[in-house]
């Protein structure tokens, strides 16, 4: 080949490349159209979130009156948003917590899915289903610090993943504000907590949580999936108000209505 020839080959390869990516991503959205990363459902554009319709409307949201500072539906009658009775008696450490929806049908199952099945994907559609309801209950919000509640390592170890740290990156990506994975270190294995009442889950979670470093009032959202009587969210709240933490918000995707 001389060198014109050369030149010529050296030039088209590139362009050759980007012709050939341009095209398999062409047959990628063939063959891969844009889904549905609950139900697998074609959708007709990669916005997120990228969950379809018919998902949207099966999942349980709070539509109606909650606390507003723990966020407990209340499903008994109808009115404005107050601060419900277990909140008035005993104030939470945290300002106040923000969710998607109740942890019951569909949000149930897809947090199931995202804990435990692997579907990683919901991360980016949860991430963004909260940063929404963040904006919207509190548009002036700021936070300087996105905190993940973590996983004991025994059970870090077993599933591979922290679900809480993923849609932590999914909000820090769309605010680019940065996330501490480490602040916050689980220092006990914990029995699980289903089954058990408030009392028993605060006995059962104390001193399980430590702050890793000091911190210099910095206002913080701590990232969780699913809050059932706040005995988790409180614990880790104490320990970053003791690590010098100036206020702290919860942001769960599903609320369980109290059950002890
Ligand atoms: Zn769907
Ligand atoms: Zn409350």
Same mark, same amino acid.
């Given at each position: 080949m001389n060198e014109s020839g050369r030149k010529k080959a050296g030039k088209s390869f590139p362009a050759f490349f980007a012709v050939l990516k341009e095209e398999l991503s062409g047959l990628l959205d063939v063959?891969?159209?844009? #889904?549905?990363? =609950?139900?697998?459902s074609p959708l *007709?554009?990669?916005?997120? *979130?990228?969950?379809c319709l018919a998902c949207m409307e099966q999942i349980p949201w709070i539509k109606g009156p909650r606390c =507003?500072?723990? #966020?407990?539906?209340?499903?008994d009658f109808g009115g404005e948003d107050h601060v419900c009775g277990a909140c008035l008696q005993s104030p939470p450490p945290f300002h106040r917590v923000t969710t998607l929806?109740?942890?019951?049908g569909l949000m149930r199952q897809a947090i199931h899915q995202f804990k435990y099945?692997?579907?990683?994907?919901l991360a980016t559609a949860f991430g963004h289903l909260l940063a929404d309801a963040l904006t919207t209950e509190e548009p002036s919000s700021r936070f300087d610090l996105l905190v993940p509640v973590p996983l004991h390592r025994n059970r870090l170890r077993s599933r591979t993943y922290n679900q809480s740290l993923l849609v932590a990156q999914a909000l820090a990506s769309r605010w680019k504000i940065p996330i501490h994975?480490?602040?916050?270190?689980?220092q006990l294995p914990t029995k699980?907590?289903?089954?058990?009442?408030l009392s028993e889950r605060l006995r059962n979670l104390s001193g399980a949580f430590a702050s890793s470093f000091p911190l210099q009032g910095e206002d913080v959202l701590l990232i969780d999936d699913v809050m059932t009587t706040g005995a988790t969210v409180s614990e880790c709240t104490s320990a970053l108000l003791a690590a010098g933490a100036g206020r702290v918000e919860i942001a769960v995707l599903a609320r369980a209505r109290r059950t002890g």
């Amino acid at each position: 080949m001389n060198e014109s020839g050369r030149k010529k080959a050296g030039k088209s390869f590139p362009a050759f490349f980007a012709v050939l990516k341009e095209e398999l991503s062409g047959l990628l959205d063939v063959f891969l159209p844009c #889904a549905c990363c =609950l139900c697998g459902s074609p959708l *007709p554009d990669s916005s997120h *979130p990228r969950l379809c319709l018919a998902c949207m409307e099966q999942i349980p949201w709070i539509k109606g009156p909650r606390c =507003l500072c723990c #966020a407990l539906p209340f499903t008994d009658f109808g009115g404005e948003d107050h601060v419900c009775g277990a909140c008035l008696q005993s104030p939470p450490p945290f300002h106040r917590v923000t969710t998607l929806g109740i942890y019951d049908g569909l949000m149930r199952q897809a947090i199931h899915q995202f804990k435990y099945n692997g579907n990683i994907h919901l991360a980016t559609a949860f991430g963004h289903l909260l940063a929404d309801a963040l904006t919207t209950e509190e548009p002036s919000s700021r936070f300087d610090l996105l905190v993940p509640v973590p996983l004991h390592r025994n059970r870090l170890r077993s599933r591979t993943y922290n679900q809480s740290l993923l849609v932590a990156q999914a909000l820090a990506s769309r605010w680019k504000i940065p996330i501490h994975s480490r602040l916050l270190r689980r220092q006990l294995p914990t029995k699980p907590q289903q089954g058990l009442s408030l009392s028993e889950r605060l006995r059962n979670l104390s001193g399980a949580f430590a702050s890793s470093f000091p911190l210099q009032g910095e206002d913080v959202l701590l990232i969780d999936d699913v809050m059932t009587t706040g005995a988790t969210v409180s614990e880790c709240t104490s320990a970053l108000l003791a690590a010098g933490a100036g206020r702290v918000e919860i942001a769960v995707l599903a609320r369980a209505r109290r059950t002890g």
